[in-house]
């Protein structure tokens, strides 16, 4: 149950917020997106294909195409475990594992270039929820007002940070005042 009162915005099996879930009756995403893998990143499947191969090539043939098959198996499936959903949807912003309320945000900061590239590295907070992705390069930094979370903000990557941030503050105005904090404040962090 989230701050609102609302049971439908409970974790549901596995972990997973209910509220992204599709049900009847509850609005579409303002904002989805699945940070997968650059083209740049599924080249180096290739490329590890071949290294595995000329290192397995002197014990033997099946050796070599088993290790192939095996490395290729592993990057592919580790790719695609790393492609996050970035979300906004009834009245939560969802990134990757974790969700939080909109009312228990502030004003969204799209980041690109520079601004992104010293935000995740010298202007980084240690306490801050991260989700990163090394071939996406612009982000979103948007700050937690929950008194009671320590969390100061959440670096958020994402190819579009201006419709992200945009997003947010639509679902903000919708949702209305923000809560009170305290417990039960409805995260739903799995870090």
């Given at each position: 149950m989230d701050a609102t009162g609302d049971p439908s915005s409970a974790p549901g099996p596995g972990g997973r917020d209910a509220s992204t879930a599709p049900a009847?009756?509850?609005?579409?995403?303002?904002?989805?997106?699945?940070?997968?893998?650059?083209?740049?990143?599924?080249?180096?499947?290739?490329?590890?294909?071949v290294g595995v191969s000329v290192s397995l090539l002197p014990v033997g043939l099946l050796v070599t195409a088993v290790g192939v098959l095996?490395?290729?198996?592993?990057?592919?499936?580790?790719?695609?475990?790393?492609?996050?959903?970035?979300?906004?949807?009834?009245?939560?912003f969802v990134a990757g594992p974790a969700s939080i309320p909109v009312t228990f945000l502030g004003r969204p900061e799209p980041l690109h270039g520079e601004e992104a590239r010293h935000a995740r590295g010298p202007g980084l907070d240690a306490r801050a929820y991260l989700l990163l992705r090394g071939w996406v390069q612009p982000m979103l930094r948007v700050p937690v007002l929950d008194p009671d979370d320590p969390t100061p903000y959440w670096l958020v990557a994402t190819r579009r940070p201006d419709d992200l941030a945009r997003a947010i503050e639509a679902a903000r105005g919708a949702a209305g005042p923000t809560p009170e904090g305290g417990a039960g404040s409805g995260h739903d962090t799995a870090r």
């Amino acid at each position: 149950m989230d701050a609102t009162g609302d049971p439908s915005s409970a974790p549901g099996p596995g972990g997973r917020d209910a509220s992204t879930a599709p049900a009847a009756g509850r609005t579409a995403a303002t904002h989805d997106e699945k940070l997968w893998p650059s083209v740049g990143m599924w080249l180096l499947v290739p490329l590890l294909a071949v290294g595995v191969s000329v290192s397995l090539l002197p014990v033997g043939l099946l050796v070599t195409a088993v290790g192939v098959l095996v490395a290729v198996a592993v990057a592919v499936t580790g790719l695609l475990l790393a492609a996050a959903p970035v979300q906004v949807t009834g009245g939560r912003f969802v990134a990757g594992p974790a969700s939080i309320p909109v009312t228990f945000l502030g004003r969204p900061e799209p980041l690109h270039g520079e601004e992104a590239r010293h935000a995740r590295g010298p202007g980084l907070d240690a306490r801050a929820y991260l989700l990163l992705r090394g071939w996406v390069q612009p982000m979103l930094r948007v700050p937690v007002l929950d008194p009671d979370d320590p969390t100061p903000y959440w670096l958020v990557a994402t190819r579009r940070p201006d419709d992200l941030a945009r997003a947010i503050e639509a679902a903000r105005g919708a949702a209305g005042p923000t809560p009170e904090g305290g417990a039960g404040s409805g995260h739903d962090t799995a870090r």
